[in-house]
């Protein structure tokens, strides 16, 4: 038996939609998997591999989760994983990994578990649905604890716009980011955020890019994670300035995103590089567009 799996890079967040909303975006990790061998053997390729090398292999390791939940025992197996999504920098390369793991099992187990499925046991293994989900289902979606399955938010391919991302060439730890925020937040900003997010759920659903723009502001987690990278804050205000729709923090950091008019990326991706290197922040500028699909299954 032999086929691929592939799964999009994912920006979480989107700014207040903090675990809850997630966007795919046009990067891709994919697995390939060889049944016809005597031998498991694991070969990381891709970009960023070097920054893999000594770690778990997230992929295998679903794989392994899942086959030991149904009590069943995984085929010997050559996996070839090629890792083009930037690793620990916000753009979910580990929430990939962890879904191609979960399809190729579903497949070479014949375990006929639906996409709801998949993404139930993605949620329960990331600890929150945002990247699992949009790496799964495409487009910008939302998770929602008690209800089975995905919301999805709209089709990007609708959406109008797409995204440049500042990509530093520093990495970030989640648990970093995390440990980073405040036990409690002052009211004022939790009703900003309740706000914002309103405004970015509905502005996606309708393609409304006033409500998007209006939504794509967070008191709840950036300004302490701005502490973390120093960057954060100038790019997103000459990314605004440059006529994106909204710039953001992707997912946990370092990556900062920012959606725009096509006709204005050209724009905001000068201001952007320019703001990193007026900040001293080594990294890359890069256009991404969303898209509206998830994994991909090959032969």
């Known amino acids: 038996m032999r086929f691929s799996v592939k799964a999009p890079a994912t920006s979480a967040n989107l700014g207040p939609g903090f675990d809850t909303i997630g966007l795919a975006l046009d990067i891709w990790n994919s697995v390939s998997l060889d049944t016809e061998t005597a031998a498991d053997r694991i070969t990381n390729t891709g970009t960023e591999a070097p920054l893999l090398h000594g770690r778990e292999n997230l992929t295998l390791s679903a794989m392994r989760m899942l086959a030991h939940d149904f009590r069943k025992q995984l085929p010997s197996v050559a996996i070839v994983a090629d890792t083009q999504i930037p690793v620990s920098r916000g753009l979910g390369s580990s929430a990939a990994a962890l879904v191609t793991g979960l399809v190729a099992t579903n497949l070479l187990l014949d375990l006929g578990l639906s996409d709801d499925d998949l993404f139930e046991r993605a949620w329960a293994i990331e600890g929150h649905g945002d990247n699992v989900g949009a790496a799964i ?108 729709v909204g710039a953001v923090l992707s997912g946990a950091g370092p990556t900062v995103l920012a959606l725009v008019h096509p006709d204005l990326a050209e724009n905001v991706s000068t201001a952007m590089d320019r703001a ?20 991909q299954v090959s032969e």
Do not use: W
Not at 277 to 289: C, E, I, K, S, T
């Open 137 to 244: 289902y495409g487009g910008a979606i939302m998770s929602v604890p008690d209800v089975h399955g995905i919301t999805k938010l709209c089709s990007t391919a609708d959406l109008g716009l797409t995204s440049i991302l500042f990509i530093p060439d520093m990495t970030g730890a989640t648990h970093a980011a995390r440990a980073a925020l405040p036990a409690t937040i002052p009211h004022k900003d939790g009703t900003a955020n309740v706000a914002a997010v309103a405004a970015l759920t509905v502005g996606l659903v309708r393609h409304d890019h006033t409500l998007i723009s209006a939504g794509m502001h967070d008191r709840l987690h950036e300004p302490y994670r701005a502490a973390l990278f120093p960057h954060l804050t100038p790019l997103q205000e000459v990314a605004r300035t440059a006529g994106a």
């Open 276 to 295: 990193a290197r007026d900040v001293r922040a080594p990294g890359r500028v890069v256009q991404v567009d969303p898209v509206s699909v998830g994994y």
